[in-house]
């Protein structure tokens, strides 16, 4: 019998972002897991408490189940910092960087990861002409894809196919957001890979009814977005996508668990964007992938909570 190296835990849950409600089910989910692992577990939900109120000497270790704006983006993060208490998942500087998807592109162009041609665009400088120049200087055709900077969960992503939806859903999306990403919408296979602590577990393929693996498609049984584990795949090709993931995490110096998102066509991939906080829900991948490893759910969760620490 291993000595547990924490035994009270608080898993972190729900907040105020977009993500609150997945943010919840990964939360009680993993919760469950850790009791049933023979954890003292309690729960705290930031959308009610102020992450000051946190009580570091009734609790070891925090599990960063929260997901999106303040969760993901390293607000919740440099308060564990702050509170010097060690917990999960990825620290201040990586979770910011993942979660920006200009900053995270610009990271993986300069390391040699290849991702869909883009450009952004600031809520101040936006008018139609900019964006036309912008769509020809960078080369894009469309369908083009726009989406917030920095949300989580395929929130706010449209895919249009001509100029006139394109301006339409960019003005609807600046009423929300300051700053949106255009780039090249990529056909081909949907390809997810999890990483663990640095190491690769393993690649799902997604078939998605919708247009694209968005929020309904992801969380919603209806969408019936099919899993194939693993993906259909070369073996050299299987591997490679593996080992890109794996370089991803190393270089954007995430910690704990990862999920990239990767687009497969002509005989290459693309990266499109890696998340920090992945869903741990029972439609989940990165459960999905552990599963077929023969990683159990309680295992993968303890497996994770195992390597908080702080100065992450």
């Known amino acids: 019998m291993i000595k547990k190296k924490f035994k009270k835990v608080l898993v972190v849950l729900g907040g105020s972002s977009g993500e609150r409600a997945i943010s919840l089910e990964t939360g009680k989910a993993c919760a469950k897991a850790l009791k049933k692992k023979g954890y003292n577990v309690f729960t705290f939900d930031p959308k009610f408490k102020n992450f000051n109120l946190i009580k570091k000497k009734k609790i070891d270790v925090i599990f960063n189940a929260l997901h999106g704006k303040d969760g993901e983006d390293g607000v919740a993060q440099s308060y564990f910092e702050y509170l010097r208490i060690p917990y999960t998942h990825s620290g201040v500087i990586s979770s910011y960087t993942a979660m920006n ?3 995270s592109k610009e990271i993986f162009l300069k390391n040699k990861i290849k991702t ?4 952004s665009i600031k809520k ?5 002409k900019n964006l036309k120049i912008n769509i020809i200087k960078n080369q894009i055709k469309f369908p083009v894809v726009v989406k917030p900077t920095n949300e989580g969960s395929s ?10 939806k394109l301006t339409e859903e960019t003005k609807k999306l600046f ?3 300051d700053q949106l990403i255009f780039e090249e919408y990529i056909a081909g296979q949907e390809i997810q890979v999890a990483v663990i602590n640095g190491k690769p577990m393993g690649a799902i393929e997604l078939v998605p009814k919708r247009l694209f693996y968005d929020y309904k498609a992801k969380y919603t049984k209806k969408a019936k977005t099919k899993h194939i584990m693993p993906a259909r795949l070369k073996k050299n090709k299987y591997n490679e996508v593996l080992q890109i993931a794996k370089k991803t995490h190393l ?11 990767f687009k497969f066509f002509n005989n290459k991939f693309k990266l499109l964007e890696i ?7 029972n439609l989940s991948l990165v459960p999905e992938i552990g599963n077929y490893i023969g990683l159990s759910f309680e295992k993968l969760v303890e497996e994770i909570l195992l390597d908080a620490s702080i100065n992450r």
Do not use: A, H, W
Not at 116 to 119: A, D, I, L
Not at 155 to 164: I, M
Not at 254 to 260: D, E, H
């Open 175 to 177: 009423k929300k957001y």
């Open 124 to 128: 101040i400088e936006f008018n139609i």
């Open 116 to 119: 869909p041609k883009y450009f």
């Open 101 to 103: 998807k200009i900053i």
């Open 155 to 164: 929130l706010g992503v449209k895919v249009c196919k001509n100029n006139k």
């Open 275 to 281: 998340n920090t906080q992945p869903g741990m829900t």
């Open 251 to 261: 270089v954007l110096g995430c910690k704990g668990v990862t999920r990239s998102d």
